[in-house]
């Protein structure tokens, strides 16, 4: 059975193509604020790269923030459900999984065959998700690239307050005018999302093995700052940005007829 | 189509607590014009205690929380009233309540229609720190005098206050209620009436306890009430529980709501799951319920609706909590105005569980909420970080960590009870249908905003 998994996020829309239960296609595409379009060229690189027509596709699950802008699913589902499902399907040992993204930092326990047993979202302000990294790395005028790697060469750590995005970024200003060397800034802005992130996931009682997913734990120094702050070594799981939309793509083959 | 498991009915006491809350309301209006003594001040503030006069009493946090109504239907109008108290000083991170009233009498209008009403004193008890300042600076803006009482309530029960304690704490309040009756009387300058004094404290014992038996009554399964209707019900005795009306609708109520359970007849048909909550609801945003509706959730009650209204008494054997018995059910005969004034202070400090909990958090509010989850059949909790109110929301967190430490899916939501600008839809109820999964429930219709 081939099934499109689609994970509608708020900074990118991704899809991966399951040839019974073998991930045979992947795309991705930045979510615009026409999301059914995001998803049509996320969905079309993914066909492509698993050399499938769009009729061949028997079923189809959305998850993601945008869920709601897709009509037609067979299987709609949040993404902490997805994240669950792809998580376990990963790796079976994973007991608790953190999930980056751009705009949400969620944590899930996960239990006996990929149930969920408990969730955190981070709360209202986008301080604990990938698109603060963003906003800081611009604030510091380096590539997210340039400020994952600058920040694994701190040596020392700086309280930041990461409480709130806008403050945050005026803080990391008056750092930068006082002469502060950039890599303990970089390292300040991880340690403090980071430390968001951590305090949310310890809400719902962390338990090894801890799996992280999302875009934003593809940044190495931020990995590094979680790791600091659960006092744990967690797994990054594979295709990290993927595992919402190959759950998802699970949970469609799964569904009863 | 999923099969309704339990019939339901309406509610037939709902249009009579209706028409009650509108009389009290239409009363406060007029009561200037009608010669009685109209005062303010806030729900824990002993209002019983003017009962010794002809009188209406305008009660601040439902007010607040009726002008937060307007956020839903009318946004516009609802931001005047914020922008006046904002313009005047009083900044976003102040109780909801007090920035709703006081744009009220800044703007000089009743929401409920015509000007503000003009309040001759108020009279607050000092059971949260911003109700005290709230009534204070009121009364800086109104020229109005004002009263506050110093209440100090009894500790958890788990912390094993001594005996001597309690009585100096109880005296310190009898000592108060004198002092209080005595500056009315000057202020007034009309005479206290005993008589109805000592039926205003018999009423306010009894509104209160008929409440906690509603509450004690949705132990059953299936709950013969949502939380949604029971904050529209609680509210009577907030407003007006040493009134004769108000008891006499809790006697029906209850009778209404025993007759349900015998009858198995529920709030919700599907009852896939009970949950309770925390601290007050957005009260512009009750639709939070109707989503859980869809799951078939019924939130069968919360710390503070239960407690607000609710006479409770702790029962040290069983190490939880019944509802208070009434000085009539137990015999007692009051006669005077000190009997009054001690059975209105005794009351007040033993049975009330949210005045406790917004001064004292810790183990005794989580004995309080874990009695909730064991007596209620709770599978799920709804925490709102509420931050419109410092009271309630004190020691939320410690709460959901036990809870989750208990083993029950817990949920949290930033908000505010009473300012819609820290309240985010959408946020919200995704996370509540992330919730809902978590908990393994399916939807079982579709959710249609504003039904």
């Known amino acids: ?257 | 189509m999923v099969e309704k498991k339990y019939k339901t009915a309406p509610l037939k006491s709902w249009d009579k607590a209706k028409e009650i809350r509108l009389n009290i309301y239409k009363e406060i209006a007029e009561a200037k014009s009608k010669g009685k003594v109209l005062l303010g001040g806030g729900a824990e503030s002993l209002i019983a205690l003017p009962t010794g006069f002809d009188y209406a009493m305008l009660v601040g946090e439902p007010y607040g929380a009726a002008i937060s109504y307007l956020a839903k239907s009318d946004p516009d109008e609802y931001m005047k009233y914020v922008e006046a108290s904002e313009h005047a000083g009083y900044p976003r991170d102040l109780c909801a309540y007090m920035r709703n009233y006081i744009g009220s009498i800044l703007r000089d209008k009743y929401v409920f229609g015509g000007p503000f009403p003009k309040i001759d004193f108020y009279l607050q008890a000092g059971f949260c720190d911003t109700h005290s300042k709230w009534y204070q600076a009121v009364s800086d803006i109104t020229g109005r005098p004002y009263f506050s009482l110093d209440l100090v309530p009894f500790d958890w029960e788990i912390e094993g206050e001594s005996e001597k304690t309690k009585d100096l704490k109880r005296k310190y309040i009898v000592d108060q209620i004198h002092e209080a009756i005595a500056w009315m009387e000057k202020q007034t300058g009309r005479e206290f009436n005993d008589e109805t004094f000592i039926q205003g404290v018999l009423n306010e014992c009894e509104s209160t306890s008929l409440w906690a038996k509603v509450c004690i009554a949705n132990r059953a399964i299936p709950a013969p009430l949502d939380e949604k209707t029971m904050l529209s019900l609680y509210v009577l005795a907030v407003i007006g529980r040493p009134r004769n009306d108000v008891v006499e609708f809790y006697r029906e109520l209850l009778d209404e709501v025993e007759d349900r359970v015998a009858n198995q007849i529920a709030a919700n048909p599907y009852e896939t799951a009970r949950i309770i909550t925390d601290s007050q609801p957005p009260w512009f945003a009750l639709d939070l319920f109707r989503l859980l509706e869809t799951y078939g959730v019924v939130s069968v009650g919360a710390h503070y609706t239960f407690g607000l209204s609710g006479g409770w008494e702790y029962d040290e054997e069983n190490k939880t909590w019944e509802a208070g018995k009434t000085p009539q059910e137990k015999g007692v005969e009051v006669k005077t105005r000190d009997e009054a004034a001690n059975v209105l202070a005794d009351w007040w400090l033993r049975t009330g569980t949210v005045c406790r909990g917004v001064r004292h958090s810790g183990a005794g509010k989580i004995q309080r909420i874990m009695d909730m989850v064991d007596r209620w059949k709770v599978d799920g909790a709804i925490v709102h970080l509420n931050r419109g109110c410092e009271g309630t929301s004190l020691g939320q967190m410690d709460i959901v960590s036990s809870l989750l430490e208990r083993g029950l899916p817990t949920m949290t939501y930033e908000g505010n009870h009473a300012d819609p600008r820290e309240y985010d839809e959408n946020r919200t109820f995704a996370r509540i249908e992330s919730f809902m999964e978590t908990m393994g429930l399916k939807q079982l219709y579709e959710f249609k905003k504003g039904e």
């Open chain 1, 1 to 257: 059975m081939i099934t499109a998994g689609i994970d509608l996020g708020a900074t990118y829309s991704k899809v991966v193509i399951l040839d019974d239960g073998k991930v045979v296609g992947k795309g991705i595409s930045k979510t615009t604020l026409e999301p059914e379009e995001s998803v049509e060229k996320a969905l079309n690189a993914a066909l492509q790269e698993a050399k499938i027509d769009k009729g061949q596709v028997e079923r189809t699950g959305v998850t993601g923030s945008g869920r709601r802008a897709i009509k037609d699913a067979d299987v709609v589902a949040t993404d902490v459900t997805a994240d669950a499902r792809g998580a376990y399907h990963l790796d079976k040992e994973v007991k608790t999984v953190i999930d980056v993204g751009g705009e949400d930092a969620r944590a899930v326990k996960v239990g006996e065959n990929g149930k969920v047993i408990n969730s955190a979202v981070n709360d209202k302000c986008a301080a604990g998700a990938g698109a603060f990294v963003e906003a800081m790395s611009r604030a510091m005028q380096l590539s997210l690239e340039e400020f994952a790697e600058a920040s694994l060469k701190s040596t020392q750590e700086i309280p930041i307050n990461a409480q709130c995005a806008i403050f945050a970024e005026s803080e990391v200003v008056s750092l930068i005018s006082d002469e502060t060397p950039r890599e303990d800034i970089c390292r300040a802005v991880h340690d403090g999302i980071a430390d968001r992130i951590t305090s949310m996931a310890k809400r719902v009682l962390v338990e090894e093995k801890v799996g992280l997913m999302g875009g934003a734990v593809m940044n190495k120094g931020l990995v590094e700052s979680i790791r600091e702050g659960l006092g744990l070594d967690p797994i990054i799981l594979p295709d990290p940005l993927f595992v919402s939309a190959l759950g998802i793509a699970l949970m469609a083959a799964d569904q009863e007829d």
